[in-house]
């Protein structure tokens, strides 16, 4: 090879035949997956039997078949050990992934997919119709993913994995621009400074507890501990959310926003904390000030970086739909108002840096400049604005295209939503997995602990501060909602009391991005000294904790809310209210809606027949 590896220590007297056996050997024992088993081995090739330009332009992006793969990988034939590495590398790779007929897209696989998606929306429904409020909507899709998965692969014996590349690549976008498109930014901009200090300073500071408490046991190294506690502090508060919209607590109110808020920026934080702690995880790489110093730099570059490429596609969008304003037909509007949303998200993705930063800065764009939302108030929305020649509150779809865009983009989220959840169920327990009882407790404990202590902390740090710049007035709300006065100096002071805390606190669900997380995490490789020895044992820890939150907490988030008085508050959000507490244009059906009279009513309005004709 053109760079052979060198040799550890103990390894000095073995050959790299030998070195190269035991490093197979190690990654189909520590695999937790085929996913794993093929990607190590895919990469163990590429990092021994290629020379260095093809190492890195033919490193694949994706797991390729042997025959279109590891035949076009060359290697130096002059270096008997090393073809006998390669030979043995490629020998094992056909063995273990040369069947791939469980993962294609066959007639048979969309068809099961299919049946599964019915059953997740008739147990979501039949969740709602019986009330059953200790089992979550999303917890019920959990469990028939469960249920299928423990089908697949004891009746058809198929050899399934978690393909996160699937669900970070295709599944998320979707709704994490539905977010950023449904949060009302007025009340969002009122609530920013509590937003970011939970989402940014807390999530640093969760990961950091979580890491301490698991390192505890011994076993991990600070590495995957670290890597551990980032990916565990990323949070999916769905079904607190769903929770409070079926309870009747508006979309405006502090509590609401605080954790649509912190969950839109905390899994951007979450992502691009963990790629950098992942980067520790080489032998060859020690933890001095350069290298951390570096890796703080790398962070703040990215959030930047893609914040910056969030803009500029955003401000490029708005003068596309400015310039044809009038040209297109509502549905092309809806349409390609859906593909502008996704090219910031693959732009980052391609250089590196964070998708969820750029699409959640795009969807607020889009939100403000191209729908018109009267919440536009931010002064580089006004000067973008100013720039196009536009009013306040101008919009740039037509009008039946910007009564009918947020409701198919909805529709899309929920659907991605269910597919999401359903496929974590798939895979939330294997075999495969270490399932070391101290760790897995370590790791429910920690992830609950340092969520408590991160909310109260930093509530009271911010509630202490917020009450230092509070010279307007000289009192402050219990109730922690905020209310415009007119001709007010400033604002009313945010307190985040104890009440809302405790709903903070329960609103940490752990969801698939922490299982995308884990699954990105590299198994060691022996030979290039490259990655984790405890991915079996993070992945037990991960699912675990996803199981208990989800269920534990999202189960008895409707109790809590009676319990504390939330329960029964009258809606009066930006999408309407309704006389008995429910939201009824939520196209998932939390608040009770259907979706068949609002799905006529806008294929009405795109098709131009009426229900009847359409019927």
């Not at 409020?133 to 004891?154: D, K, Q, S, T």
């Not at 551990?228 to 009747?248: E, K, N, R, Y």
């Not at 609401?256 to 992942?278: K, P, R, S």
Request: proline share 3%.
């Amino acid at each position: 090879p053109a760079s052979p590896i060198p040799p550890k220590d103990d390894d000095v007297h073995k050959s790299l035949e030998e070195i190269c056996r035991e490093s197979v050997v190690s990654i189909l024992v520590n695999a937790t997956d085929a996913n794993d088993e093929c990607d190590g081995l895919l990469r163990a090739y590429t990092d021994i039997c290629l020379e260095d330009d093809l190492a890195e332009a033919e490193r694949p992006q994706e797991r390729q078949a042997p025959q279109e793969g590891l035949r076009l990988l060359k290697h130096d034939a002059d270096e008997k050990e090393s073809l006998i590495c390669c030979h043995i590398i490629e020998d094992v790779y056909r063995d273990h992934c040369d069947d791939r007929s469980s993962h294609e897209l066959t007639d048979q696989n969309l068809l099961l997919a299919i049946f599964v998606l019915l059953i997740c929306g008739s147990v979501r429904s039949a969740i709602r119709r019986f009330e059953i409020h200790f089992l979550p909507e999303v917890a019920g899709c959990i469990l028939v993913g469960v249920l299928v998965g423990m089908a697949a692969e004891g009746m058809l014996g198929w050899n399934i994995f978690f393909d996160e590349r699937l669900f970070l690549r295709v599944l998320l976008p979707p709704i994490v621009f539905h977010a950023a498109l449904s949060i009302d930014k007025r009340a969002f901009r009122k609530h920013l400074a509590p937003i970011l200090w939970y989402a940014a300073v807390g999530t640093v500071l969760s990961s950091a507890l979580v890491a301490c408490v698991v390192h505890l046991e011994g076993t991990l190294p600070w590495p995957e501990s670290l890597a551990f506690g980032a990916l565990i502090s990323s949070v999916d508060p769905v079904a607190t959310l769903a929770v409070l919209q079926a309870v009747g607590v508006d979309e405006t109110d502090t509590l609401y926003v605080l954790i649509f808020g912190e969950a839109l920026l905390n899994d951007a934080v979450t992502i691009v904390l963990f790629q950098n702690i992942v980067t520790f995880m080489d032998d060859a790489v020690a933890a001095d000030s350069h290298v951390v110093g570096r890796a703080v730099w790398e962070f703040f570059k990215i959030v930047s970086g893609s914040c910056l490429v969030g803009v500029l596609v955003g401000g490029a969008s708005t003068l596309y739909f400015r310039v044809l304003y009038g040209w297109q037909a509502p549905m092309i509007e809806v349409l390609l108002f859906f593909i502008w949303s996704l090219i910031p998200y693959y732009i980052c993705d391609c250089i590196g840096w964070s998708g969820i930063v750029a699409i959640v800065v795009m969807g607020f764009f889009m939100d403000m400049c191209v729908i018109g939302s009267e919440s536009t108030d931010y002064s580089l929305i006004k000067l973008f604005k100013r720039t196009f020649s536009m009013k306040s509150n101008e919009r740039l779809l037509s009008e039946i295209g910007t009564r009918h865009v947020r409701f198919v983009v909805e529709v899309v989220s929920t659907l991605m939503e269910t597919i999401v959840f359903a496929y974590l169920g798939l895979f939330i327990f294997s075999p495969r997995f270490h399932w070391n009882k101290y760790l897995i407790t370590l790791a429910c404990v920690g992830s609950v602990l340092s969520r408590g202590i991160m909310v109260a902390l930093l509530s009271m740090f911010y509630n202490v501060i917020d009450k230092c710049h509070d010279v307007c007035r000289g009192s402050s709300t219990e109730t922690g909602v905020l209310q415009d006065e007119p001709g007010q100096r400033c604002k009313e002071p945010i307190v985040i009391n104890r009440k809302v805390q405790l709903v903070l606190f329960f609103s940490g669900l752990r969801g698939a991005m922490s299982f995308a997380l884990v699954e990105n995490i590299p198994l060691y490789d022996v030979l290039t000294g490259i990655g984790s020895r405890y991915k079996a044992e993070l992945k037990a820890m991960t699912s675990s904790t996803i199981f208990v939150t989800i269920f534990l907490f999202g189960g008895s988030t409707l109790y809590l809310l009676d319990a504390l008085g939330f329960a029964g508050q009258p809606r009066s959000g930006r999408h309407g209210a309704n006389t008995n507490g429910t939201d009824t244009n939520s196209a998932d059906g939390d608040g009770g809606s259907c979706l068949m009279d609002p799905l006529l009513e806008n294929t009405e309005s795109l098709v131009g027949l009426n229900n009847t004709e359409l019927l």
